[in-house]
């Protein structure tokens, strides 16, 4: 199938890349959608920060109602390559009214360090105009990170702006009350397919500042 043929060379050039993960795509706070039943997608990006270039790739398909996704990361300082598992169903759907609701779960870890790692999230989509030209993302769950659990929490904002760009803004508290935040620019490129550039910072870990270049691309409905 196409999605196949394009999504599994895309992702063994770009899991070659260093990775280091934290949230769905290049973003850090989830939304409540989902890819097509029955399709694919890939979401990567690399990040540049002090430590080095980080990168991350996350193929995903939608089999009996749920999102199932594997992605694989490698950071500059870190040994082996790491993996995350994860699985998202939509409880409301967005289309049938102005706002969305799912959950997802998830389980990461490496060869040194197998399945240490978990989340589960509640992520909420809210339409804040009649077009759906403005979307707020809000996260709340529970997560376990490099040790320590904790709550987790987030908000985005969407904003269409004319053409095929997207404003995003977003924070995100983790599991260690560690906090992320970026600002950046969504570009379409055509229809499945954007570009994603952003900035942003986390308050109190070795990234520091970054700037995270992604690429996303999803099989046409």
Known sequence: MFHCRVLVPLLLSTALLPLDTHAAASLLVDDAGITDAGHCQLES??????????????????LAGTEWSLGLNRAPATPGIAWAAGAKRVLIAQDQRRWGLALSAGLGGSRHLPGTDWNLNVPLTLGLDAQDRVQLHLNLGLARENGIGGHTDGIGLQI???????????????????????????????????????????RSSGQGHWVTLGFNIAAPP
């Open 45 to 62: 990006w690399v990040r540049h920060t002090k430590a080095g270039l980080h990168g991350t790739a996350v193929p995903a398909c939608t």
């Open 160 to 202: 269409a702006l004319q053409g095929r760009w997207s404003l995003l803004a977003e924070v995100a508290h983790y599991a260690a009350r560690d906090r992320g935040m970026q600002v950046g620019l969504r570009r379409v490129l055509w229809p499945g397919a954007s570009l994603d550039l952003f900035g942003g910072r986390q």
